[in-house]
Nanobody, 127 residues
Framework: QVQLVESGGGLLQAGGSLRLSCTSS????????MGWFRQAPGKEREFVGA????????KYADSVKGRFTISRDNAKNEVYLQMNSLKPEDTAHYYC????????????????????WGQGALVTVSS
């Protein structure tokens, strides 16, 4: 069983930056594609971005492209979401997720493509 724990959420003003971290207990973390999703009140969970198991490939939602960056440190079993130029519409609970496949060849943008989820970290951006 893989446990994911997010940290780094908080309250900040528009235009600011924040970095979320996600720590995995999984022994196969270094071979798992990882994703970030978010869910705002009253809305469905949406894809933010994903990173391949080796860190060499990333994919982002159009709404965050150029502002958010995903990276990982396989030695620490951690994946990060660096968020810059934050907007009020970025306010949401942010979740990291792990693809259950090992060395998956593609990055999925769909929540049902991920097997393990963290508990979420709240990010609130005020105007």
């Amino acid at each position: 069983q893989v446990q994911l724990v997010e940290s780094g959420g908080g309250l900040l003003q528009a235009g600011g930056s924040l970095r979320l971290s996600c720590t995995s207990s999984g022994r196969t973390f270094s071979r798992s594609n990882m994703g970030w999703f978010r869910q705002a009140p009253g809305k469905e969970r949406e894809f933010v971005g994903a990173i391949g198991w080796s860190g060499g490939v990333t994919k982002y939602a159009d709404s965050v492209k150029g502002r958010f960056t995903i990276s990982r440190d396989n030695a620490k079993n951690e994946v990060y979401l660096q968020m810059n130029s934050l907007k009020p519409e970025d306010t949401a609970h942010y979740y990291c997720a792990a693809d259950g496949r090992l060395s998956g060849p593609t990055l999925t943008t769909q929540p049902n493509g991920y097997s393990y989820w963290g508990q979420g970290a709240l990010v609130t951006v005020s105007s």
